[in-house]
């Protein structure tokens, strides 16, 4: 049986009869709003490369997690700018930096909020990579660096805990260590933070779509690129890798990085891990579809719930997204 019998644009006739047999939906529960905490500030700074987001100073942190969670959005996730970067990435241990505090202050404001921190050192080194530096072993050449895997770990491991110690919900390492998921888990449960949630940037790959971060996080490598440590775009069956790994080390949940070239990979993880899964629509991605929209070239509005959706329907339950708090408002909240 077939046509003129079957005729799928009868289920498209009216709005009501589409939301009825609509298969994916969005709700703003399903946005992670990442926030740059800046401690050298008085007052919010725009990112000129992310129209509409701003880095913050810790004093507005209380009033935009109220703002936030009004708009029905829950979860944040918080990045940190120091007053001063090291080689060893320092800034990133102090209990009174600028992570630590906004999560304090977040909490206190908005207890239900879901507060994620992101763990990394590569906001806090004076070089920008996300691992500490070490001579190549071996090398004769003079200043021939690679990144010290196991001491990184080390690190990444006590910022874990000093968060979690700050009160986050949630520490999400974003650097690509190996074995970093078992060694926070471990250290987070030796200081009695069994409840603390992993949430593992598990599949990351070395992207020309952080572009912008890097301004709004100042952490640009001063040399070199991340391609040793974050995965080659080309590659998914090592996604698989990577997600298992994290697995087996006590990630509670999952992250595919970015999310639209790599939607593919999503839909991957997703049929093999039965983790919630997370996808991050990041700061390319967003500042994209802004330059395209304030060039007249497409609807912003629509393309935004058009990248969201596509983003859910690939299998992700929860986006980290710029969107997050217009796309919320967009859906009433
Ligand atoms: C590293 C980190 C990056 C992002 C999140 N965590 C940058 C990088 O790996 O170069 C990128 C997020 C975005 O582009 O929105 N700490």
């Known amino acids: ?9 009868r289920l498209r006739t009216t709005p009501e009869l589409r939301a009825l047999v609509r298969e994916t939906n969005l709700s703003p529960g399903d946005f992670v709003y990442p926030m740059f905490f800046n401690a050298a500030l008085d007052a919010p700074r725009p990112i000129g490369s992310m129209p509409g987001i701003d880095q913050l100073p810790i004093s507005a942190a209380r009033e935009q997690a109220k703002a936030i969670k009004a708009r029905g959005v829950s979860s944040v996730i918080l990045f940190g700018l120091p007053k001063t970067k090291d080689g060893c990435g320092t800034t990133g241990l102090d209990p009174d930096g600028p992570v630590p505090r906004a999560i304090a202050e977040m909490k206190s404001a908005v207890p239900e909020l879901v507060v994620m921190a992101d763990v990394c050192v590569d906001e806090y080194t004076d070089h920008g990579h996300c691992g500490l530096l070490r001579q190549r072993p071996g090398s004769k050449k003079e200043n021939d660096w690679e990144v ?23 520490v999400a390492p974003s650097d690509m260590m190996d074995g970093r998921v078992g060694a926070m888990r471990k250290a987070l449960d030796a200081e ?9 940037y598990a599949v990351k790959y070395a992207s020309a779509f952080y572009g912008p971060f890097r301004e709004a996080a ?17 590659n998914a069956r090592e996604a698989l890798r990577e997600a298992a790994l994290d697995e087996a080390e006590g990630a509670d949940m999952l992250m595919v990085k970015p999310a639209l070239s790599y939607l593919d990979v999503i839909k991957d993880v997703r049929a093999h ?8 629509n990041v700061s390319g991605e967003y500042s994209m579809l802004h330059a395209a929209a304030d060039r007249g070239m497409i609807d912003r509005n629509r393309a935004m719930m058009e990248v969201l959706t596509s983003i859910r329907r690939a299998g992700a339950d ?3 997204t710029y969107h997050a708090l217009a796309a919320a408002e967009l859906l009433g909240g």
């Open 1 to 9: 049986m077939g046509f003129p019998t079957i005729r799928p644009r």
């Open 192 to 200: 009695g933070f069994q409840n603390t949630s992993l949430l593992s």
């Open 273 to 280: 891990s039965n983790l919630p899964l997370g996808a991050y």
């Open 148 to 170: 010290d895997n196991d001491a990184t770990v080390e690190v990444l491991a006590k910022m874990g805990v000093l968060f979690a110690k700050a009160g986050a919900d949630v």
């Open 318 to 320: 929860f986006i980290l």
């Open 218 to 234: 100042d952490c640009a490598p001063k040399f070199g690129d991340r391609a040793g440590y974050q995965m080659d775009p080309a």
